[in-house]
């Protein structure tokens, strides 16, 4: 099992505005569905309101809508495992 993890921190000035953050999984790897993570809260892997799925919005991809990210704010951190086939 390989555990992922995403770093996003704006850098600059002002705000990055509709940051959306898509990871192919990678070949000869299987997501581990209810794995995916936002700042340690989980999201459902299906397009359901939450701002995270699995292959839903990219096919083959964990997507994750940040929203709006403001130069020097909190960074956000996205984390889900996968299986080595």
Do not use: R
């Not at 509709?18 to 809260?41: C, F, K, Q, R």
């Not at 459902?44 to 704010?73: E, F, N, R, S, Y």
């Amino acid at each position: 099992t390989i555990t992922y993890e995403l770093s996003v921190i704006a850098t600059g000035t002002g705000t990055t505005n509709g940051v959306v953050v898509s990871d192919a999984i990678p070949l000869n790897t299987t997501y581990n569905p209810g794995t995916l993570m936002l700042n340690g809260s989980s999201l459902t892997d299906t397009v359901d309101g939450d701002p995270g799925d699995m292959g839903g919005t990219t096919t083959g991809a964990i997507t994750v809508d940040l929203g709006d990210v403001a130069v020097g704010g909190p960074g956000q951190t996205i984390t889900f495992t996968v299986t080595i086939d």
